[in-house]
């Protein structure tokens, strides 16, 4: 989730770089750079990056002017590497200067293999893997930079979109895509390359967007698409005609819905280079816990991370066999909470900056427990406080109400359950198969709930004038129940509880009357015909019953008022799906009734009060 821009033409280039990384800088960056060269003087090209914001760059740039009619620009959301002036892009390799947006799945092998034949780092980064791969294909006598990249990207695995830029062919841009976007900005005697339309739309509406699996040489006057094997394609060019500020939201409404619908790709992120299904294991960016010494696992986290930390307990428990409490962060430190040696105290926050979870880890340090974070903020003050730090790669969010940072989480606390469970021996081989199987093919089943939009909206128009809502659940789905309610009250202020549906009769059943929307989570399992008693049992009483259930049931329209269906998948995953018919719905009622959807009132994205 880094910002990508390019240009090449007869103007300075710098100028219209930092206006376009100013155009990406919504997303909170950690770092930026350009590398910018004048054809007409040929010469290196001049790079100028740092860590900070595009502010901390503007300076810099000052006292070293980088003049040039071609260059690139970049601001980075860390994923490989802290943020840091080092691992600021562009790369420089050689003549090669290389920016990229993804990750480089297969950067520890690559890395390996290049510096044991010679090659020199200079950064932590998997992006200046790939300089090194362009530019050893140069000193190998490829053709030009068009064939140089092909052959590189021929070596790598992940998601990218990558632009190269080489002193020695000046009057070149190369960019190419996999699963991270790319789009051309056609100009009179100019082009554009950007990772967001945003970027360029100052400059021109007129746009060839990338595909999947391309490669795109871009000069001042032509724009050549391939296929990676360097087969022409033909595409006509677009107008795009949103507004600056639609185009931030990538045409959605909200930067929520946007999130929501980011969810596939962020989880497909989560998952690169952790899953390691030639060993049915999880890699987890070579943290080396003591596995055997851990006696008990300790969850600390506030709000939806918290919900995120209760199916946690569930995953731990069921997948490692290693008993598991589970705290609220702002509640912790008060109590004298026991804990030390032999626990090991997980550490759950999105924006990494939380107070309360921060305070709550120097109890559990000082009580000489080991810390493993997990956030979605490289170098946030809760990983670096930590022993290990894991993240999540979401890439930022903007939208109050966490979405794509929670079911980030989720696919954390499942690597973290499956890493544990075969070093337990708690989970066989066999069936951690079968789990990594099923992640992998979780962001195309997430697509097809977020898909349902229409019918969210529909839902929401139906329920949505209702002065409370009970969202029920059992098992993992108890939590996913608390994150529906949560969800609801945050961004649509109508009040809503979250119970376990076993306790409904223990007190919320009073609630129940034909006024009382009642969401039930009732995917297939263990739990199906007890939760469907419970869903009877509101029915009974006239309440209203909106199912979340397994596609292929066709017993629970039956049972309720209204049906949203979700894929089938393996119990252990199935809080992932369920929890996106919830969020849809909050939104879709939070914005028919006209809040604030992307903040909410009283509300901010990172607590830092206790
Ligand atoms: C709700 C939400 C909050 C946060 C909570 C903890 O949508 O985002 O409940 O989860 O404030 O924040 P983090 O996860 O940043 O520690």
């Known amino acids: 989730m880094c910002g990508i821009i390019g240009y090449i033409g007869a103007r300075q280039a710098t100028p219209l770089l930092i206006g376009g990384l100013r155009k990406l800088e919504y997303r909170g960056y950690d770092s930026a750079g350009v590398s910018v060269l004048d054809p007409a003087l040929g010469g290196p090209s001049r790079v100028v990056r740092c ?134 900005g056609l100009g ?44 022409p394609k033909q595409r006509e060019p677009k107008i795009i005609t949103w507004s600056a500020t639609q185009a931030e939201k ?79 962060a702002s509640e912790f430190r008060y109590r004298d909470p026991i804990v030390g040696p032999g626990d090991l105290v997980v550490a759950v926050s999105q924006s990494g900056e939380t107070l309360d979870t921060m305070e709550a880890i120097r109890e559990a340090k000082k009580k000489g427990a080991q810390v493993f974070a997990i956030s979605n903020v490289i170098e946030a003050s809760i990983p670096r406080l930590a022993d290990h730090a894991f993240y999540t790669h979401a890439g930022p969010e903007i939208g109050v109400a966490s979405t794509k940072a929670f079911t980030t989480q989720l696919v954390a606390m499942t690597l973290l359950a499956i890493h544990l469970g075969r070093r337990t021996g708690a989970l ?80 919320p059943i009073a609630l129940i009357d034909d006024q009382l929307p009642v969401v039930v989570l009732v995917p297939t399992g263990p739990s199906y015909e007890k939760t469907v008693s419970n869903l009877a049992e509101v029915r009974a009483r006239q309440g209203k019953v909106l199912a979340v259930a397994t596609r292929g049931d066709h017993d629970i329209g039956g049972h309720s008022d209204d049906v949203v269906l979700v894929p089938e998948t393996a119990l252990e995953l199935q809080p992932i799906l369920t929890v996106l018919p919830l969020q849809m719905l909050s939104y879709y009622v939070a914005d028919q009734r006209g809040t604030d959807v992307d903040q909410p009132r009283n509300l901010a994205k990172s607590v830092t009060v206790e």
């Open 51 to 184: 860590r900070g914001k595009l502010g901390n760059l503007e300076e810099k740039l000052k006292a070293e002017p980088a003049h040039g009619t071609v260059g690139i620009g970049h601001t980075r959301w860390a994923t490989h590497g802290r943020p840091s002036d080092e691992n600021s892009h562009p790369h420089k390799v050689g003549p090669i200067s290389v920016i990229h947006n993804g990750i480089i799945e297969n950067h520890l092998q690559l890395r390996q293999e290049l510096v044991a034949s010679g090659s020199h780092f200079s950064s932590e980064t998997d992006t200046e893997i790939f300089a090194h791969l362009v530019e050893r294909q140069i000193v190998d006598g490829a053709e030009n930079l068009t064939v140089a990249v092909r052959k590189a990207l021929a070596k790598v695995r992940g998601s990218y979109a990558f632009v190269v830029m080489s002193d020695k062919e000046p009057g070149t841009l190369v960019a190419a895509k996999n699963s991270s976007p790319l789009v051309i």
């Open 188 to 231: 009179e005697g100019e082009n554009f390359i950007a990772s967001d339309v945003t970027a360029i739309l100052a400059e021109t509406r007129k746009v060839i967007f990338i595909e999947e699996g391309e490669m795109v040489t871009v000069t001042k006057d032509k724009v050549e698409i391939t296929d990676l094997e360097g087969k």
């Open 250 to 328: 990538g045409g959605f409404k909200h930067y929520m819905l946007k999130e929501i619908h980011e969810q596939p790709r962020a989880v497909a992120d989560t998952l690169v280079g952790r899953v390691d299904l030639e060993n049915d294991d999880v890699n987890l960016d070579g943290v080396n816990l003591d596995v055997k010494n851990i006696k008990r696992i300790v969850f600390i986290a506030c709000g939806t991370s918290y919900h995120a930390s209760m199916v946690g307990e569930f995953l731990v428990e069921a997948l490692a066999r290693i008993p598991v409490e589970v705290d609220l």
């Open 428 to 507: 066989s081989r066999e069936r951690a198969r079968v789990l990594l199987n099923e992640l992998v093919q979780l962001p195309n089943k997430m697509k097809e709930v977020t898909d349902q939009g229409a019918h969210l909206q529909v839902l929401a128009r139906r329920y949505g004038g209702a002065h409370g809502f009970l969202f029920l659940g059992r098992g993992s789905q108890y939590p996913i129940a608390l994150e529906g309610a949560l969800k609801l009250k945050e961004i649509s202020y109508i009040h809503a509880e979250g119970y376990a549906a076993g306790e409904m009769k223990h007190g």
